[in-house]
């Protein structure tokens, strides 16, 4: 069962962003679909970034070595870092992969500003000083990847879907002991290609009593989102976005052109005592 929920947005430049510490409680709540923050990195930082994601195809830059995964081939999509509903490894593989990935991602990034150093206390400040942060694995020591790098080439896109979906998979069960299992998200853009790329968000949401896998024909019960209202989400290199995207269908658009689409993305739940909120990739 699905029902209509408001489309509403909070666009805000990210030096306006302790101005509303209530936003993601607002996304949570209902009251808001999604948040933009505009402005988190200049365009010149995302340009670096860029240059150096680029490079990791040809084994050089920060990324060089790093674990690459993939969406489905239709998708023409890729990771970089571990992605944990599309789990290439088993979970002692991803935990032990984190450290060097957090630290070859930190190198992406101008210094001193890497995702733990400017998104984290970001999102931190629009939840009402809640600490964001990586959670911690079984074993001592152990952290989830909090982030992981997408490519998108020419074509590529995400079909519509909901994230709590993602959250009945078996690669989620020792992590649903720590968060709620209704989620939502954020994706940071590090540049834009010539057209599409742009994410996309229903008005038709799906409670997390009648989420079902993917695996076992959601697409069918889906309602024909033709018939759906729905609002675009462009990014600038730099900007960021928060979304319900646990509840709410969304999808990426086809990627025109011949740029790849960069971007970062988290999923995101609080913590079952809700002190701190959980991100992973």
């Known amino acids: 069962m699905t029902e209509s929920a408001p489309l509403t947005t909070l666009d805000i430049p990210a030096a306006e962003a302790a101005g509303h510490a209530s936003a993601v409680a607002d996304v949570r709540e209902g009251r808001l679909t999604a948040v933009v923050v505009r402005g988190v990195y200049t365009a010149d930082a995302m340009a670096g970034a860029t240059e150096a994601l680029e490079e990791a195809a040809h084994g050089r830059g920060p990324l060089a070595g790093v674990r690459r995964t993939t969406f489905p081939a239709k998708f023409n999509g890729w990771f970089y870092g571990q992605n944990l509903n599309l789990l290439a490894g088993g979970l002692p593989e991803y935990f032990a992969e984190e450290p060097d990935f957090v630290q070859r991602l930190d190198a992406v990034f101008p210094a001193g500003q890497g995702f733990a150093d400017r998104v984290l206390p970001l999102l931190s400040t629009l939840d009402e000083g809640r600490p964001y942060r990586a959670p911690p694995g079984p074993e001592?020591?152990?952290?989830?990847?909090?982030?992981?790098?997408?490519?998108?080439?020419?074509?590529?896109?995400?079909?519509p879907h909901c994230d709590n979906e993602q959250a009945l998979n078996p690669s989620y069960d020792h992590l649903l002991t720590l968060v709620r299992d209704d989620l939502f998200s954020m994706v940071l853009a590090f540049n834009r290609p010539a057209g599409g790329g742009v994410l996309e968000v229903y008005d038709h949401v799906v409670p997390v009593s009648a989420r079902v896998p993917i695996a076992e024909g959601s697409t069918s019960l889906r309602p024909d989102l033709a018939q759906c209202r729905s609002v675009l989400l462009p990014l600038a290199p730099g900007d960021l976005v928060i979304v319900d995207s646990g509840r709410h269908y969304h999808r990426v658009t086809p990627v025109e052109g011949t740029t790849t689409r960069w971007t970062a993305c988290s999923f995101m739940s609080h913590a079952l005592d809700r002190r701190a909120v959980y991100c992973w990739g």
């Open 140 to 159: 001592p020591g152990e952290r989830y990847h909090v982030t992981t790098i997408r490519g998108h080439g020419p074509g590529g896109y995400i079909p």
